[in-house]
């Protein structure tokens, strides 16, 4: 058991218990939906957590690849019906090439273009998908999706699913943080020129990051047309990237489970404001898009490196001064002695 | 000649109309030091640069190990055999000391995105064989104390050996050095010549752009000196210690005809 633990990590397995405890926690309908909400966008902003924390490369167009992968299964799925399994897998592969696509086009971009770059590739696509009528039904969007039933069609196998999913990725990207291509990623993010003269391919590396990051976001999009059950474009847009975003930087840009954190922070936030709204008239409307802007305001000016590394930072430096007196308590005790 | 390792044959580099470098030649054998001095500004610098496929020549040919390097792409060097060190230091801040040497190992290793992330045995035996040898050349340069501080943390001397380490440790066959002793106090620098000769007695050749004389004159086994971008002299540290021409570049003419007169009279 202790080896086990060890393994693992004792963070780790504080997840999975509360990811396994909590439909039996809060169990409600209404909770259990905003779980897998949660889930759903976690997987994306791992993902972006890779491109942008580790990479650093910034995406101001994850929401594109997420659309993507949502249209794909639910077309796939609803007009050839094909299984949803084959959508769910063409989810993964089709923004993957876009994203391998758009990288390649990208790659030379930097800072300021590379954020312009991807912002302008989020509303081609959003236009894209309500233009493209005969396929995606434009603005009307699409209905009647089939569900995932591979658990049964409860609420709560959708649950399990999706963060079995999402736990698979946040395994993958932690391995990727502490091997050779992590390391080569976040090489890129600080000198270039360095990674270069060890032998990393810095193109390659991008690459690589956009890949991952698109398909993350793919395999999201495509649970996430399932679970929904009907898709319109809105949701694909620039307010659910700069949303995505927000939960990355919150949480820590340089850490993965940062942007576990900030996704779980970021969406009970969002789902409080909308409780709030049916008791507090003014609060209606585009409040929820004010309130993120001040959270990243306010993130970036005092906390910049998010909240999960200073709350590591914080619990290093405490255990240091405790180290710190526990030894001089036995320096004195000795000299006592 | 198979004993030449990098060939650099009148090489010229133009920025923008300014001549920074021109017609240079001459060349690295195994397991030799060699330094390029010259006064500030004399295109020490740039030829690293080239050397290192940091920036490509304007005109002229490198080649390495009788291999033409014009069409190389620069993250390939290290694959080959060459790697560096920067003047103004290029570490990364946010990994730990041990990180940052294993960045190192890049170009030894092969694993890609998919064995890395699912921990396949490739990698998981690539990563352990990592750690072993970025431990191994910590050890070497005397920082294993510090292998898990972030190398933000650490001050700057150990930075540069840091960086040493990180060059070492996929075992180039050439090292090259942008001025390795800038910053550092007497004891550091004298510990880092030690350091040059232990990597020259491993078998790595080593080319050395450095202000530092006493590390020149101590560690280098022959000397290339640039002035305005031109090579003016070449030969072992006493020849050049010697030469009108190199004294003249360093102190300026008329200074030499005076030291010339008071050593005659």
Aim: hydrophobic fraction near 50%; charge should be neutral.
């Amino acid at each position: 058991m202790r080896s086990i633990v060890k393994k693992l990590g004792i963070g780790f397995i504080f997840y999975l218990l509360l990811v396994i405890i909590f439909p039996f926690l809060l169990s409600n309908e209404y909770y259990l939906s905003v779980g897998i909400v949660i889930g759903l966008h976690a997987i994306v902003t791992v993902g972006l957590c890779l491109l942008m924390g580790l990479a650093g490369q910034i995406s101001i167009g994850q929401a594109a690849f997420w659309g993507i992968g949502a249209y794909t299964s639910a077309v796939l799925s609803t007009k050839y019906g094909l299984p949803p399994a084959i959508g769910l897998l063409a989810s993964a592969i089709i923004p993957g090439i876009f994203a391998f696509l758009l990288a390649r086009a990208i790659a030379g971009l930097q800072g300021y273009y590379l954020a312009m770059a991807t912002l302008a590739f989020g509303y081609i696509v959003q236009i894209g998908l309500t233009e493209w009528e005969s396929v995606t039904g434009g603005a009307n969007g699409m209905i009647s999706i089939p569900k995932l039933q591979y658990f049964g069609d409860s609420e709560l196998s959708m649950y399990y699913l999706i963060w079995a999913v999402v736990t698979c990725v946040l395994i993958f990207s932690l391995n990727i943080l502490k091997s050779r291509v992590g390391r080569a990623f976040r090489a890129i993010h600080k000198s270039e020129i360095a990674a270069t003269t060890m032998g990393i391919d810095v193109r390659q590396a991008k690459l690589g990051a956009f890949v991952l990051s698109g398909m993350f976001a793919g395999i999201s999009g495509g649970l996430y047309a399932h679970y929904m059950g009907i898709l319109d474009p809105q949701p694909f847009g620039l307010h659910e990237s700069i949303k995505f975003i927000t939960m990355v930087v919150v949480g820590g840009m340089t850490s993965i489970w940062g942007a576990l954190v900030g996704t779980v922070l970021i969406d009970s936030i969002n789902e409080m404001l909308i409780l709030l709204s049916e008791y507090i008239p003014g609060l209606q409307g585009d409040v929820d898009t004010i309130v993120f802007g001040a959270i990243l305001v306010f993130i970036i000016m005092f906390m910049p490196e998010g909240l999960v590394p200073r709350c590591r930072a914080f619990y290093e430096k405490v255990k240091a001064k405790k180290r710190k007196a526990a030894g001089s308590q036995q320096a004195e005790r000795k000299t006592v002695a | 000649m198979t004993n030449v390792l990098l060939d650099v044959k009148a090489i010229s580099k133009n920025f923008g109309g300014v001549q920074a470098v021109s017609l240079v030649d001459f060349d690295v054998r195994k397991g030799e030091i060699v330094a390029l001095i010259g006064p500030n500004g004399a295109g020490k610098s740039t030829v690293l640069n080239m050397i290192s496929g940091v920036v490509p020549p304007t005109q002229g040919e490198i080649y390495f190990e009788e291999r033409l390097m014009a069409n190389v792409p620069g993250s390939q060097y290290a694959g080959l055999g060459i790697t560096r060190t920067f003047q103004n230091l290029q570490t990364f801040d946010d990994m730990t000391v041990l990180e940052n040497v294993m960045v190192g190992c890049h170009s030894r290793t092969q694993s890609g995105l998919l064995a890395c992330g699912l921990k396949l045995g490739q990698a998981r035996r690539e990563e352990v064989d990592m750690h072993h040898r970025a431990l191994q050349w910590l050890e070497i340069v005397g920082l294993s104390s510090v292998a898990n501080t972030l190398a933000g943390n650490l001050p700057y001397g150990m930075l540069r050996l840091m960086e040493i380490a990180r060059a070492m440790v996929s075992e180039p066959k050439l090292l090259l050095l942008d001025e390795p002793a800038a910053g550092l106090n007497h004891t550091e620098t004298a510990d880092m010549t030690n350091m040059l000769k232990r990597i020259r007695a491993n078998g790595t050749a080593i080319l050395l752009v450095e202000h530092d004389m006493d590390m020149v004159m101590n560690a280098a086994d022959r000397i290339v000196v640039l002035d305005q971008g031109e090579k003016i002299a070449e030969g072992t540290p006493a020849q050049i210690q010697e030469s009108p021409e190199v004294i003249a570049a360093y102190l300026g003419t008329e200074e030499v005809m005076q030291t010339r007169g008071e050593s005659v009279g």
